[in-house]
């Protein structure tokens, strides 16, 4: 824990459970009191009083990142609370399509349930939350992304619906990257990689493992990157 960490409030969203509950305790070990969006506040409320109860700082909050009113309302509540976000982590989404989704027959349902939350709601989040960061002239913004999006890495058509929004997000990474470069706030996205959780159990990879990535980024001092997209703490390719 540095002195610079010490005291951050950090935002998760999706974090009552798997990488951004994971992501959570490990900023609470850095010392930011961390609040868990979660669309169950129960739930998350029981995961606070899980990291509670291993000496985290922790407090839940209702956060529908699909719904704009929601995302309003959590964040104000947040402020009300706190006085402060630090830090927010878009964590919360979705993986609804598979190999046997294709892109020459697509199923626009799906697709637009999954841009709506893995792009639309995480862009709600970062609008929300960025004229807080800019009146504190601090802010981290990480973007839960996937290799999967990479546009150098893919040679196949599995989960257009997927890959596309996360892409998607990728580029609202860097264009948001360049409008708040020169006011304290640093954004970049993070692959967890193939990460073991609700969403994919077959997966032999760690939360702790997955998580560590975005914790770097969202405790980065004043001179770190922004606008980057990175694995394992190491740039990928667009």
């Known amino acids: 824990m540095t002195s610079e960490q010490k005291g951050r409030v950090a935002l998760v969203t999706g974090g009552n459970r798997g990488i951004g509950l994971e992501i959570a305790r490990q900023l609470a070990g850095h010392g930011h009191h961390v609040i868990l969006g979660a669309r169950n506040k129960a739930s998350g409320e029981a995961s606070a009083a899980g990291l509670g109860k291993l000496g985290h700082s922790s407090s839940a909050v209702e956060l529908d990142v699909t719904d704009p009113d929601s995302v309003q309302r959590a964040v104000t509540t947040a402020i009300e609370q706190f006085g402060r976000i630090d830090v927010l982590v878009n964590n919360a989404g979705i993986a609804i399509d598979g190999p046997e989704h294709v892109p020459s027959d697509p199923g626009f349902a799906k697709i637009r349930q999954t841009l709506d939350t893995n792009l639309f709601g995480a862009w709600a989040c970062a609008a929300a939350v960025l004229p807080h960061m800019r009146a504190a002239g601090y802010g981290r913004i990480v973007n839960l992304t996937s ?91 667009w």
Request: glycine share 8%; aromatic share 6%; proline share 8%.
């Open 147 to 237: 290799n999967m999006a990479s546009l150098g890495l893919t040679a196949d058509a599995e989960s257009p619906a997927y890959r596309i929004s996360k892409a998607a997000l990728n580029m609202l990474t860097v264009v948001l990257a360049a409008e708040v470069r020169s006011e304290g706030i640093l954004v970049n996205a993070a692959s967890p990689g193939y990460t073991r959780t609700d969403m994919s159990p077959k997966a032999t990879r760690s939360v702790e493992d997955g998580a560590d990535t975005p914790v770097w980024l969202a405790t980065l001092p004043s001179d770190g990157p922004s606008g980057g997209y990175f694995f394992e703490r190491s740039v990928l390719p």
